[in-house]
């Protein structure tokens, strides 16, 4: 099934943008390499469009779980 996700830039290097197809809310958690939780946000408002400022992590890789309505979505994302 098409989750419906899209998460740009990648790499990124300042705001990462999560775009849906539907409103809905969000819960977002960035994780390392290792599976440490270094980030976690929620989006109490139904929006189609989120930002996250990454700007305090490390150049890397990092993996992006994202919880909506029921559906969880990983993708892996670089930051330069």
Avoid at 20 to 36: E, R, T
Wanted: proline fraction near 6%; glycine fraction near 6%; avoid cysteine.
């Amino acid at each position: 099934k098409e989750p419906g996700i899209k998460i740009f830039p990648n790499p990124v290097s300042g705001p990462l943008t999560i775009q849906l197809k539907k409103a809905a809310y969000l819960n977002v958690k960035i994780y390392s390499l290792l599976g440490l939780e270094i980030f976690s946000q929620n989006f109490d408002q139904k929006s189609t469009d989120f930002q996250l400022d990454l700007n305090k992590l490390e150049p890397g890789t990092y993996f992006v779980s994202i919880l909506s309505e029921g559906d969880v979505f990983v993708e892996k994302i670089f930051v330069q």
